[in-house]
């Protein structure tokens, strides 16, 4: 089992900066890659970014530039340092952990409100 909270988000003006951060507890060792995901209002849940074991990072394209990825394994956290940000950007982000031993299993952290508004 993987428990993960998250924490960070609130009201940021257009332009402002975030950082999401995602701390991993239980099964840690298990995990393979982790990621955000956002649902705006409206829309579906969507991938964001994606931090995998190796270290490879990937971005969707409307963040890429603007939105960092990365994992402390330290302190057993991941982050998102969002900057540049956009009113499109507004939704409810997520991160997830993945584990593949015994079965592939996704552990979903709970949501935090992420607005971008003046």
């Not at 970014?49 to 530039?65: E, P, Q």
Request: proline share 3%.
């Amino acid at each position: 089992q993987v428990q993960l909270v998250v924490s960070g988000g609130g009201l940021v003006q257009p332009g402002g900066s975030l950082r999401l951060s995602c701390a991993a507890s239980g099964s840690i060792v298990r995990i393979s890659d982790m990621g955000w995901y956002r649902q705006g209002p409206g829309k579906q849940r969507e991938l964001v970014a994606t931090f995998c074991r190796g270290g490879n990072t990937n971005y969707i394209n409307s963040v890429k530039g603007r939105f960092t990825i990365s994992r402390d394994n330290a302190k057993n956290t991941m982050y998102l340092q969002m900057n540049s940000l956009k009113p499109e950007d507004t939704a409810v982000y997520y991160c997830n952990a993945i584990t593949t031993y015994p079965s592939r299993t996704v552990y979903w952290g709970q949501g935090t409100q992420v607005t971008v508004s003046s």
